[in-house]
Nanobody, 117 residues
Framework: QVQLVESGGGLVQPGGSLRLSCAAS????????MGWYRQAPGKQRELVAK???????DYVDSVKGRFTISRDNAKNTVYLQMSSLKPEDTAVYYC???????????WGQGTQVTVSS
């Protein structure tokens, strides 16, 4: 059974940094495509960043140059390093994983990120 456990959210001032973590279990992590979505109040869920099993990455334009997605296959963990945070980055951030065999999508529980002075 695939499980994703997120951590690292919180309150940060504009211009600050946070690192989100998503630990996976129950799957061959190293070949799974993973990523992060976010959902702000009253808005649709938005894909923020993704990383393929190959290591290729992609970002939504609004976070390019500020966010970095990475993975540690030895720890079965994907990270989202967020820098130069803005109030508009405030949202619940959700980690996801696409099972390499079934292509089913699994979700973490979500972690709140609030950027405010």
């Amino acid at each position: 059974q695939v499980q994703l456990v997120e951590s690292g959210g919180g309150l940060v001032q504009p211009g600050g940094s946070l690192r989100l973590s998503c630990a996976a279990s129950g799957v061959i992590f190293s070949i799974a495509d993973m990523g992060w979505y976010r959902q702000a109040p009253g808005k649709q869920r938005e894909l923020v960043a993704k990383i393929a099993g190959s290591g290729n990455t992609d970002y939504v334009d609004s976070v390019k140059g500020r966010f970095t997605i990475s993975r540690d296959n030895a720890k079965n963990t994907v990270y989202l390093q967020m820098s130069s945070l803005k109030p508009e980055d405030t949202a619940v951030y959700y980690c996801y994983l696409i099972h390499p065999r079934t292509r089913s999508r699994y979700w973490g529980q979500g972690t709140q990120v609030t950027v405010s002075s």
